[in-house]
C-alpha cells in the first residue's frame, strides 16, 4: 500500500518561508506526476503546484512568483518551498501522488495508475 507523507508545515509570521516534503513510499517502480493542494476552512480544495514525470512544473495563480517546487532528496519526494507567506496562504497543505506508467523501460508494473493522497500538513500564516 503506498503511503504520502506531508512534513514541514508549521506557523510563521507573514513575510516569512516554510518548506514543505512530501514523499510516496513503495511507489518506487512507477513514474508518478506529484502536485500540491491545500485547503482552508469553509473553502474548495485548491491546486498549488506540480511536479511531473517529466520534471515539468506547473503553478496555481496564488504560487507564482512566490513558492517553488522542486525534487526532493529521495526518490518520489517532492518539496515546496514558500516564501512571503501571507495570512491567505493559511490552510492544509496536502500532496498528491499520481502513477503515470511503469519507471522501468519496456517492464509492465501492475499499479502505477493509481492516484494517493497525503494526511496533509497544517501552515498558519499570522499577521
Known amino acids: 500500500q503506498v503511503q504520502v507523507v506531508e512534513s514541514g508545515g508549521g506557523s510563521v509570521q507573514a513575510g516569512g518561508s516554510l518548506r514543505l516534503s512530501c514523499k510516496a513510499s513503495?511507489?518506487?517502480?512507477?513514474?508518478?506526476?506529484m502536485s500540491w493542494y491545500r485547503q482552508a476552512p469553509g473553502k474548495e480544495r485548491e491546486f498549488v503546484a506540480e511536479f511531473d514525470r517529466d520534471e515539468r512544473t506547473t503553478y496555481g495563480d496564488s504560487a507564482k512568483g512566490r513558492f517553488t517546487i522542486s525534487r526532493g532528496s529521495g526518490l518520489n519526494t517532492v518539496d515546496l518551498q514558500m516564501n512571503i507567506l501571507q495570512s491567505d496562504d493559511t490552510a492544509m497543505y496536502y500532496c498528491k501522488v499520481s502513477g503515470v506508467g511503469s519507471a522501468l523501460q519496456g517492464i509492465y508494473v501492475a499499479g502505477c495508475t493509481e492516484t494517493y493522497w497525503g494526511q496533509g500538513t497544517q501552515v498558519t500564516v499570522s499577521s
Open positions: 513503495d511507489y518506487q517502480f512507477c513514474k508518478t506526476d
